[in-house]
């Protein structure tokens, strides 16, 4: 079944229309997927992953995708990463989009963009071989910060850099010691290391509040 926007040819998965051309993605993702997110089944999201996207193809729905994370409710967001994009990237014909010119983080942003949180490292390990845990700390959740503490060896960090992974991890799970009281006895933190994350990439500091008693 075919429908066209601005003159661009729209097909569903069964089509016979190449989906290898960016301006066809979007306007499909406009028309076909972007709508049916709230609502989108397992099944759907594993026939997607079986149609024979480039990269580029791939990379552009993951962006899109990424634009309405926060907007989808947790089962959701992680079946378009468990049944979409981890079983693409790990199939031998796509490679895990792995380009040599790339850094671990412009891998990670274009190809697993808001959705690498739902991602555990070991997954990141087996579809890119020389993925640095390193150079993505900053976007790293705790989870998957605990998880390099838990298995050095699957990206080779030595005791130096398993240090920094732990300080890493305690900055963004514990507040400064330097609270700013307030007159309602509400003490504000504010995190002495942000770190940029692909929810907040200019990595903003977060104040929370906790209350306290002021002697």
Known sequence: ????????????????????????????????????????????????????????????????????????DPVRQKWIYSFFMYPFLSRNTSLGCVDPEDSTEDWLMKNFGSFSVMAQVRDFTSINMVFSGLEVLHLLSPEQKAELLLHPEEVGLTDSSLSLVFKSLLSSLLPSEDPWPSNNGTAYYMSNAPSASPQDPLGKARIKPVTVSWM
């Open 1 to 72: 079944m075919r429908s066209s926007v601005a003159g661009v040819p729209v097909v569903d998965l069964s089509g016979g229309i190449s989906m290898n051309e960016d301006h066809v993605i979007r306007a499909w993702l406009d028309i076909k997927l972007i709508p049916l997110l709230s609502s989108i089944s397992r099944n759907f999201l594993t026939c997607l992953s079986n149609r024979n996207f480039s990269c580029s193809a791939y990379q552009t729905v993951v962006k899109e995708l990424s634009q309405h994370f926060f907007g989808l």
